[in-house]
T-cell receptor
Framework: KAGVTQTPRYLIKTRGQQVTLSCSPI?????VSWYQQTPGQGLQFLFE???????NKGNFPGRFSGRQFSNSRSEMNVSTLELGDSALYLC?????????????FGPGTRLLVL | AQSVAQPEDQVNVAEGNPLTVKCTYS??????LFWYVQYPNRGLQFLLK??????LVKGSYGFEAEFNKSQTSFHLKKPSALVSDSALYFC?????????????FGTGTRLLVSP
């Protein structure tokens, strides 16, 4: 079974631009979560989607948004990019998004904001 | 609020020796605990998890972890380290009362296994 895939793997943007990242979950998984990884803040939860609905949200500004499609694929969008948004963005999928399911992570998208 | 502490930024061990990576947690309700490993330029790979039952959990690549409720710890162990085990290790927790999957991660411990 194919794992979680994320595209693109690398991105370079400038301040003020917006960016869209894509995540395809493991086949059959309906829950998709997004995490941001930075050297200073570590791994932080962004949001979780299930059945095209955002069920859970972390403590991030409204510039960070996401959506999920009927095939469970998910996208996250960051508008008005800031230098501090430079990070590795990780997507994770699980069957139903209920504890204590295991989340399986993709390779991440590394975003550099100049 | 849930939290995880990994007190060591780096652990150094010689190949063939046993290794321990420490993790303590704080959570309301019953904890669900996870260990993930991250290799350079890669995502997180699942190693093992504790849900309930036996306090010794066995996982991938020969790793195991011991859940200790009284000490609120979930240390990762391996009897004999390999150079290829060198990577960044994350402990994570979620609680049963939340219902929804939202992992809280520790800051990570870099494991360096020398030949």
């Amino acid at each position: 079974k194919a794992g979680v895939t994320q595209t693109p793997r690398y991105l370079i943007k400038t301040r003020g631009q917006q960016v869209t990242l894509s995540c395809s979950p493991i086949s059959g998984h309906r829950s998709v979560s997004w995490y941001q990884q930075t050297p200073g803040q570590g791994l932080q939860f962004l949001f979780e989607y299930f059945s095209e609905t955002q069920r859970n949200k972390g403590n991030f500004p409204g510039r960070f948004s996401g959506r999920q499609f009927s095939n469970s694929r998910s996208e996250m969008n960051v508008s008005t990019l800031e230098l501090g948004d430079s990070a590795l963005y990780l997507c994770a999928s699980s069957l139903e998004g209920r504890t204590p399911e295991t989340q399986y992570f993709g390779p991440g998208t590394r975003l550099l904001v100049l | 609020a849930q939290s995880v502490a990994q007190p060591e930024d780096q652990v150094n061990v010689a190949e063939g020796n046993p290794l321990t990576v420490k993790c303590t947690y704080s959570v309301s309700g019953n904890p669900y605990l996870f260990w993930y490993v991250q290799y350079p330029n890669r995502g997180l790979q699942f190693l093992l998890k504790y849900i309930t039952g036996d306090n010794l959990v066995k996982g991938s690549y020969g790793f195991e972890a011991e859940f200790n409720k009284s000490q609120t710890s979930f240390h990762l162990k391996k009897p004999s380290a390999l150079v290829s085990d060198s990577a960044l290790y994350f402990c994570a927790v979620t609680a049963d009362f939340t219902g929804f999957q939202k992992l809280v991660f520790g800051t990570g411990t870099r494991l360096l296994v020398s030949p």
